[in-house]
């Protein structure tokens, strides 16, 4: 069994949810079905892509939720709905239900912006309360961090979604003239595209995929607000933590960098492109001690490199002095181009890799990407070095706390 396996996430140590904004860009309709629908207003930040998650079609969204009405809600319920659906194996449209939740699958999926959110969570039991989280207070945010399955042979352009409210003042009640416990018809266009397919940042060993992408994870939920918008840049980023042969991510004193597995590792290019931006100078840290936490050195050590257009991949906490790459460099898939270090906001040597819609590993918008091909060996939880599953995986991303090694 692995343990000491998590090192710390890129914006672990800044508040969750550090600014109010109603500005962030638009990806909803607000299209309405009844008469006096919730006074509530529903925006979509980034439209999802579908992608292969542990060999399973997901789209991975938010949906920020808030009250303009004259009294509080709760929100109690979330429905979800295809789209322009169409059965490749039966081409008949259909507007099936994909999800439905309430109670604690409904809180499982919520957390509130307000003072309550100024820490990171790392498991579901510091979650609040379905009725505490879903509570919309006049003028409150409610964000719903969404995980959607969608079946294999069903092809969808956009999900509907129908929310439904308790009202918290009596005069407003269900069933009066004033019923506003519903709102209908608000559409999330599904991108049309595929994610890009990346080659692995390592040439071989184990590595344990922490914070990997999940609906819980520290980096799906990690929200920062800056330059005026609120982002997750590291929607579908990855903690890449080696395993070495005694079943753990270090040897003898856990308080040496070197110790560590995974300490200058070589770093591989994952795709071909452009060097946009290096960072080398941030000294490593003593294992398990931060450093004062800023903006400017939050990712440590680091590089990115653009690989399409409006997709820059971030490879981050790098080993001080041990990047190969330059600035505006032209570089291929598959060369070094640095080493696996403990720099920035980190407690244990990892390399934290995420792709991204802009030049910054924090104002932007995390995408999604599949990694060509990697052995899948069983999760952290439980991983025994001399027994494990050994199972082969293409354009798929592993899930959270998967161990894998790269043929």
Not at 45 to 58: A, F, G, Q, S, T
Not at 269 to 294: H, M, Q, S, Y
Not at 362 to 390: C, N, Q, S, T
Request: with cysteine; proline share 7%.
């Amino acid at each position: 069994m692995i343990g000491q396996l998590r090192s710390g996430c890129v914006l672990r140590g800044l508040p969750l949810f550090v600014a109010f904004l109603l500005g962030a860009a638009v990806a909803a309709s607000t299209a309405q079905s009844s008469a006096r629908p919730s006074p509530v207003e529903v925006l979509t930040p980034k439209p999802p892509m579908l992608v292969m998650i542990e060999r399973k079609r997901v789209l991975v969204y938010e949906l920020h939720i808030t009250n303009f009405g004259p009294s509080s809600l709760t929100l109690t319920g979330i429905q979800v709905f295809a789209s322009g659906a169409e059965s490749s194996s039966t081409k008949e449209t259909s507007a099936g239900k994909l999800a439905d939740y309430s109670g604690s699958s409904l809180g499982e999926l919520l957390h509130p912006v307000d003072e309550s959110s100024q820490m990171a969570m790392s498991d579901s039991s510091q979650m609040a309360s379905p009725r505490e989280s879903g509570k919309l207070d006049i003028g409150h945010r409610v964000i719903a961090f969404m995980y959607i399955t969608v079946p294999p042979d069903l092809r969808i352009s956009a999900l509907r979604h129908r929310f439904s409210f308790d009202v918290a003042d009596p005069s407003r009640s269900q069933g009066t003239p004033n019923d506003e416990t519903a709102l209908d018809g608000i559409v999330v266009p599904i991108l049309q595209e595929s994610p890009l397919v990346l080659s692995p940042p390592f040439k071989d060993g184990v590595w344990l995929a922490g914070n990997g992408p999940s609906n819980t994870s520290a980096h799906r939920r990690s929200v920062v607000a800056i330059d005026g918008r609120a982002y997750i840049s590291q929607r579908f980023a990855i903690d890449w933590v080696m395993v070495g042969k005694n079943g753990n991510t270090f040897h003898d004193s856990r308080d040496r960098n070197e110790n560590f597995w995974a300490f200058g590792q070589p770093v591989l290019a994952v795709a071909d492109g452009e060097v946009t931006e290096v960072i080398d100078d941030i000294p490593d840290n003593i294992p398990g001690k931060l450093p004062t936490v800023t903006v400017q050195n939050i990712t440590g050590n680091h590089v990115i490199v653009r690989i399409a257009p409006d997709t820059y991949v971030a490879f981050a906490h790098l080993k001080q002095g041990s990047i190969h790459v330059r600035l505006h460099q032209k570089i291929k898939r598959g060369i070094q181009i640095a080493a696996v270090g403990n720099s920035g906001n980190t407690t244990g040597a990892h390399l934290h890799l995420q792709v991204t819609d802009r030049n910054s590993a924090l104002a932007a918008e995390g995408i999604p990407y599949v990694l060509d091909k990697f052995r899948f060996l069983g999760l952290g939880k439980d991983f025994e070095e001399d027994h494990h599953p050994d199972l082969p995986q293409s354009r798929t991303l592993p899930m959270d706390d998967s161990v894998v090694t790269f043929p």
